[in-house]
Structure formats: C-alpha cells, structure tokens
C-alpha cells in the first residue's frame, strides 16, 4: 500500500474514532450547559480544568508525541522490534516517575498557577477558592493522560490508530455520568464534573494496556536513565513544548484575558473552543496524526521525495476537509448553539455570545490546521529550533492583538487574535519548511484549497439560506431545529462533495474510495 493510502486509511480510522468522541463530547458540553449554565460556577471548572488540559496539550499530545514517536520510529526501523519494545519500557518508566513529581508540584502550587493564570479571579474570593479546588482535585489528570500519549505514539509507529483515538470516549462518558448521578451529592454539584476528569483519565489509560500487549509491547518496569534514545527524545521535547503548543498557549493566554471581562466570557470562549476542535479533532489532527508516523519512517530512511509527497498530500487533504468547515461554521455559529445547548441555565444571549467566539475562531480553522501538519514535519527532521522560533513569534502577535481587539470586541476579539496569530504561524512554516526542503508541491497545494474554495461558495450559500427558515431564538422547538440544520449540513455536504468531483478533486476521490472500501468491509462481515 502507497505512503498516499496509508495515510488516508489511517486518517479515515482516526476520524471515525475521533468523531465518536467528538459527538460523546458535545453530549457532555450539553450536559454541562443544562446543568450548570455559563456564570461563576462553569468559569471556576473550566478556568481549572483547563490547567492540566493546557499541560496535556503541551507535553502529552503535543511535545511528548512530536519528540518520541520520530524517535521511537527511528529506533523501531533500525534497530527491530526487540530494541523498540525495551525503549517504550525504558521511556514508560521514567516518565511514570516524571509525572508523578509535576502532579505533586501542580497540586502544592494550585493557589499560584491560578493566580498566575487567572488574575481576574482574584477579585472574587468565592470564585478563586472554588477553582484552586477543583484544579487540585484535577490536577493527577495529567499523570494519566502523559502516559495515554505515551501508549498512543508506540501503537501509531506499529500502525494501530483506533484505541487511542476512541478512548477520549471513556473520558466523555465518565464526566457526563458523573455530572448527571452526582451532582445532588456534593455541596458545590459542579464538584462532580471534576470527579469525571479523574475516573476518566484512569479509563483511559486501562484501555491503552490490553492494545499494547497485543501488539507485542506489553509494559513492565526498566529503569535506564542514559539511553541513548531517551537523551535523544528529551532534547527534542523541550522546544517541542513551544513549537507544537503555540496554538493552545494562545488560548491559554485568551483565556487569562477574558477573566478580566464580564463574567461568562470564560465560559463563552470554552464552549466555542469545543465546538471548533469538533472538526480540528475529527479530521484534522486525524490527518497530522496519520501522516507523522509515515514522514518520520521516510525521514529515518532518507526517502525524501516520498516525504514531500506524503507532507504535500497531507496538506492538500487538511485543506480539502478544513475549508468547508469554515464556511460552515461561519454560517451557522449561532445556530448550533442554540440547537444544542439553549435550555435550563443557557439562554439565547448566552448562543449568540457563544457564537460570536466560533465565528471569530472558525476564520481560523484552515490556518491551525495546516500548522497541525507542518510542524509535525520539522520534527520527523530533527528541527525543533525552526519551529520554535516561529512560535515565539506567533505568540507575540496574538498577545498584541488581544490587547488590541479585547476592547471593541470582547471575547470575540480574543478568538478573532488567535486566528491572526495562526495566519502568521503557518505563513512562517512554509517558508522556512520550503527554504530547508525544497519545493514540496506548493502550485497543487494551492490548487487544491482554490478548488475547496470554489466548491464552499455554494455549500455556504445554501447552508445559509437552509438555516434562515428557522427562528432560532425560541427556546423549544428542538425537533424543528434539528431538522432544518441537519438538512442544511447534509445539503451543503452533498453539494461540496458534487462541485469537488466536477472539479477533479483528488482528495475527493481518495476520501470516496476509502469510503467505499470501508462500506464493503462492513457488509462483508456482516454476510
């Protein structure tokens, strides 16, 4: 099988698994707007929860999979099995006894980091109080989850992608039942959703175990402290924290500022985030994530033909998936918030303030997407520097332009910075990707997110005009809701998905017989 179907498979894999998460997630953002609404309550949980999910973002899935799988895939090619399957124990180990100490640390410093992070709660005693609880209580989440990462960088370089991307499922469902059976229980009821991170996070790990054994890498004890693989991955995860979380750090640094607005603005940011990474997480870090273990293999070989390929071909594909998205997005922000989280706690004003943050957002859906896949190629070469540098500056224009649009635009501004940051983020890669590879098929490239344009003009238009026949300001009605986005979505799908075959698409074809082959899979087994 072609690096070209091989990516495609795994991201396909990637994106079924991901978007049965995805939607469990959405489920539990219902759950929690209905329960707990958008006020002080939902802005201490979420300002605390985002504590470890940032260090997540940072270590586990973003530095720790960039630095290790390149790595661990070197290693796994060069040296056999034998050798890799002792450096996943070596590195499995220490990083068991890394996490253990930063949880301890994290959970000493709780009242610090929140101040640090959140200095517009300290205005509020009841608020900051109630958020260096529930970060305390959440903190031990990153123990689990760097291990998660961990598991899942071993099973993506033997090709195994469905268990890690399907666990975040066990995650969703831990804090919706918990949210739901739990909250009469606690003398702050948004105490339980904390409670749901935690048994989530352990979940998630248990179900990485079974896999790993299957596979041939069943994890026991080894204590080595100077590998020389383990030297290796170390130095390239310090930048790699940078290089690879600018985009979250962003967030984190929105998130600061908007505790210094009207109360909700946290919670107007994080439900838009969510509902952004629905498709950042269903189809483009399926992509990035499918396409790092193949440019890292190609690297490791000096096939580096193939890797332009695989890089061009992940590029156009996240293009062909990302700006549809956009438009739709952009045209039914609102909407979908209304739809799906109006009710109890949250009302109309709460959708449109909610919507305003994705409309700002989604105008960067594209431009993250690419970063997504662009940096992930510096580092399959051993450039952690490059990236590095580009981040930092990625990271002074959203500081700048926070500033600048928080003012007029409130929380819409903060989204609106982190789009612009991501503008120049990405500009920045494919230059210097460009000056250290050479030409990378940059013309199609180009050709292919002109087609994608072409093809949402119209997908966009009638998606808007579908969205238009329903009052989305009335608080029932869900059924009718429903229907009308549901078609809407499926209409403006259909017809993107016919204007990109006229236009000869490639990845069209590519996602269609990848579609195919799955559907005869299923109905052979089902004979």
């Known amino acids: 099988m072609s690096e070209k179907k091989h990516i495609a498979r795994a991201a396909g894999v990637l994106g079924l698994a991901t978007s049965i998460s995805r939607i469990m997630g959405m489920v539990r953002d219902m759950a929690v707007s209905r329960l707990f609404g958008a006020g002080l309550y939902t802005d201490a949980f979420f300002a605390a929860f985002q504590i470890p999910n940032m260090l997540r973002r940072f270590f586990a899935e973003g530095?720790?999979?960039?630095?290790?799988?390149?790595?661990?895939?070197?290693?796994?090619?060069?040296?056999?099995?034998?050798?890799?399957?002792?450096?996943?124990?070596?590195?499995?180990?220490?990083?068991?006894?890394?996490?253990?100490?930063?949880?301890?640390?994290?959970?000493?410093?709780?009242?610090?980091?929140?101040?640090?992070?959140?200095?517009?709660?300290?205005?509020?005693?009841?608020?900051?109080?109630?958020?260096?609880?529930?970060?305390?209580?959440?903190?031990?989440?990153?123990?689990?989850?760097?291990?998660?990462?961990?598991?899942?960088?071993?099973?993506?370089?033997?090709?195994?992608?469905?268990?890690?991307?399907?666990?975040?499922?066990?995650?969703?469902?831990?804090?919706?039942?918990?949210?739901?059976?739990?909250?009469?229980?606690?003398?702050?009821?948004?105490?339980?959703?904390?409670?749901?991170?935690?048994?989530?996070g352990v979940l998630q790990l248990l179900l990485q175990l079974p896999?790993?054994?299957?596979?041939?890498?069943?994890?026991?004890?080894?204590?080595?402290?100077?590998?020389?693989?383990?030297?290796?991955?170390?130095?390239?995860?310090?930048?790699s924290v940078f290089g690879v979380g600018v985009y979250y750090l962003n967030l984190t640094v929105g998130n600061i500022l908007a505790s210094l607005l009207p109360q909700g603005s946290v919670s107007y940011l994080y439900y838009a985030q969510r509902l952004f990474e629905f498709p950042q997480g269903i189809f483009t870090a399926s992509v990035a994530q499918a396409v790092l273990p193949s440019m890292s293999r190609q690297a490791a070989a000096g096939e580096m033909e193939q890797l332009k390929e695989s890089l061009a071909f992940g590029l156009r594909l996240t293009l062909f998936i990302t700006i549809p998205a956009t438009a739709g997005l952009m045209v039914c922000s609102t909407p979908i918030f209304s739809l799906l989280f109006m009710g109890g706690e949250f009302d109309y004003a709460k959708a449109v303030n909610c919507g305003m943050a994705l409309f700002y957002y989604s105008l960067g859906l594209s431009l993250v997407a690419l970063v997504r896949v662009l940096v992930p190629a510096f580092y399959s070469l051993k450039d952690t520097r490059t990236p590095v540098a580009i981040a930092f500056c990625a990271f002074l224009l959203n500081a700048i332009f926070s500033l600048l649009l928080m003012g007029p635009l409130r929380h819409g501004g903060l989204a609106l910075a982190s789009s612009l940051s991501a503008a120049g983020n990405m500009g920045l890669l494919l230059y210097f990707l460009r000056r250290k590879i050479g030409p990378f098929g940059g013309r199609g490239i180009v050709v292919s997110g002109i087609k994608a344009c072409i093809a949402s003009l119209p997908m966009a238009l009638a998606v808007n005009w579908g969205v238009s026949?329903?009052?989305?300001?009335?608080?029932?009605?869900?059924?009718a809701k429903a229907g009308i986005l549901g078609a809407a979505v499926a209409g403006g799908a259909a017809i993107y998905m016919a204007i990109a075959h006229l236009l000869r698409c490639e990845e069209a074809r590519e996602v269609v017989r990848q579609f195919r082959k799955r559907v005869a899979r299923w109905g052979a087994a089902g004979d």
């Open 63 to 200: 530095a720790l999979t960039s630095a290790f799988v390149p790595t661990f895939s070197e290693w796994y090619t060069r040296r056999g099995e034998e050798e890799a399957r002792e450096l996943a124990n070596i590195c499995f180990t220490l990083l068991t006894i890394v996490m253990a100490g930063v949880t301890l640390a994290g959970i000493i410093l709780s009242p610090w980091i929140v101040s640090l992070m959140f200095p517009g709660f300290r205005g509020e005693p009841s608020k900051f109080g109630l958020t260096v609880f529930l970060n305390r209580l959440m903190f031990p989440y990153i123990f689990f989850i760097s291990l998660v990462a961990l598991c899942m960088g071993i099973l993506n370089t033997v090709r195994h992608f469905f268990t890690p991307a399907i666990s975040t499922v066990f995650l969703n469902i831990s804090m919706i039942l918990c949210a739901w059976l739990l909250h009469d229980r606690f003398q702050v009821p948004i105490t339980s959703l904390a409670v749901g991170v935690l048994v989530g």
């Open 211 to 239: 896999t790993l054994w299957r596979k041939g890498f069943p994890v026991r004890p080894r204590f080595v402290t100077g590998h020389p693989a383990v030297r290796k991955i170390a130095l390239l995860m310090g930048p």
């Open 469 to 479: 026949l329903q009052e989305w300001s009335a608080a029932g009605h869900k059924l």
